[in-house]
């Protein structure tokens, strides 16, 4: 079956403006997770939604990035006002329900950058 | 504190050799699970190998085996017959079941593997 579909593959933007990336999980999963990603790094822990609610947002490094989740499926990440530091690869993911032991499924990312 | 430390910036292995990448873990919650990934250069994040802190034994999966020493809170992973296209970057993750469904990842090991 389909995995996570992210899109768009690559954004460059300039500093200053608004971007909005969105991730298409597997059908079925009801966890759905948004990382970041610098050159080179482990990967960043963003928000985490089960269902449309976002129980950990503990992540968004600030008040211009925010996310949402429609009828359980589709998740867009928004990101306000962008600079430079936020270029980066941003990173979907999905999970069958978040059991310990559930894995999470990953998107090719959308790289961002901030020009 | 790091949650999860990988100590190991870069490896090298000689093909067909076995190798051991290095994860130690920080948690006081008694119930959570350890992931495994795997990121070629082309960036796409690979699903490897799970151990949950209540498993008795180690998993394995393939050339893959998890070496868990729960006293010491270590979780190394074991790649047996080392491959060319082994040659990627490593993420040890973990869960915690009081903190939701969020992987914390470390920061990698990249994995060379000579002919």
């Known amino acids: 079956g389909a995995g996570v579909s992210q899109s768009p593959s690559n954004k460059v933007t300039e500093k200053g403006k608004d971007v909005e990336l969105r991730c298409d999980p597997i059908?079925?999963?009801?966890?759905l997770y948004w990382y970041r990603q610098s050159l080179g790094q482990g990967l960043e822990f963003l928000i985490y939604f089960q269902g449309n609610s976002a129980p950990d947002k503990s992540g968004l490094p600030s008040d211009r990035f925010s996310a949402e989740r429609t009828g359980g499926s589709v998740s867009t990440l928004t990101i306000q006002r962008t600079q430079q530091e936020d270029s980066a690869v941003y990173l979907c993911a999905s999970s069958f329900g978040d059991r310990l032991s559930s894995p999470l499924h990953f998107g090719n990312g959308t790289r961002l950058t901030v020009t | 504190a790091q949650k999860i430390t990988q100590t190991q910036p870069g490896m090298f292995v000689q093909e067909k050799e076995a190798v051991t990448l290095d994860c130690t873990y920080d948690t006081s919650d008694p119930s959570y699970g350890l992931f495994w990934y795997k990121q070629p250069s082309s960036g796409e994040m690979i699903f490897l190998i799970y151990?949950?802190?209540?498993?008795?034994q180690n998993a394995t999966e393939g050339r893959y085996s998890l070496n868990f020493q729960k006293a010491r809170k270590s979780a190394n992973l074991v790649i047996s017959a080392s491959q060319l296209g082994d040659s990627a970057m490593y993420f040890c993750a973990m869960r915690e079941d009081n903190q939701g469904g969020k992987l914390i990842f470390g920061q990698g090991t990249e994995l060379s593997v000579k002919p």
């Open positions: 151990q949950g802190s209540y498993d008795q």
């Open positions: 059908s079925g999963h009801t966890a």
